[in-house]
């Protein structure tokens, strides 16, 4: 005579066993589905801004992204850029739609000018010049072999020049500049020299001149 109570356990264990086994298999797909997210979420960003070792321009961290939910996040680096998208995805598993960029943006080109975009037209417009196939020659997920490290001097369009300690303190210059000069078509300036950090070595290099760190980025990309 078979036992009702051990089938009632028999048949938990079952089920118990199926649970698991199907948590463990969606958790598998996740990680997977977060990976490729996070992959072309950063690769857009990047083609639409025309920025990395394949593009014209360079971010000024901290940016800001805004996820599709409309909640924002400021990131200062691109590995804390990867880090968020990988966590909402992962709070967000049926998510399709890609963060985009927040505005106020700023960029840096190769010869250390500084541009603000207030829009995404803005961006549209300041990207107009740039030249490189950019689709064509960009490694997913490639950016700038270096870092600018801080202190560095900024000229202002005044010809004023101010010492900045970190990348809050130029972003927060950029901004209040910018509200202050609406109409001012000339940009604040890196004052050279900087220093910059090789990322793959961690070598502190000098750069002298703009043409230095036009070089440098040619370098990055291979060219």
Not at 76 to 98: F, G, H, R, V
Not at 186 to 204: A, R, S
Request: hydrophobic share 35%; aromatic share 8%.
């Amino acid at each position: 005579m078979t036992n009702p109570k051990l089938n009632y356990l028999l048949v938990l264990f079952l089920m118990a066993g199926l649970f698991f086994t199907s948590c463990s298999e969606e958790e598998t797909v996740s990680v997977e589905e977060v990976e490729n997210y996070t992959e072309d979420a950063v690769f857009l960003m990047q083609r639409r801004a025309k920025v990395g070792m394949r593009g014209c321009f360079e971010f000024v961290f901290p940016i800001d992204i805004v996820f599709p939910d409309e909640t924002s996040q400021s990131v200062e680096s691109y590995e804390e850029l990867k880090e968020a998208i990988k966590a909402w995805k992962t709070d967000n598993p049926d998510a399709e739609d890609k963060p985009q960029l927040g505005y106020p943006l700023d960029i840096m080109t190769d010869e250390g000018e500084i541009i603000t975009a207030e829009s995404k037209e803005d961006l549209v417009a300041s990207s107009k010049e740039c030249v490189k196939d950019f689709i064509k020659k960009h490694n997913r997920l490639n950016n700038s072999c270096f870092r600018v490290q801080f202190p560095v001097d900024v000229l202002l369009p005044n010809e004023e020049t101010v010492t900045l300690e970190n990348r809050k303190d130029l972003k927060r210059l950029l901004r209040v500049w910018k509200e202050n000069n609406p109409n001012l078509e000339d940009k604040p300036q890196l004052v050279f020299p900087i220093t910059v950090k090789v990322k793959e070595t961690e070598e502190i290099i000098t750069l002298n001149s703009s043409e230095d760190l036009a070089a440098l980025k040619e370098e990055c990309r291979g060219e």
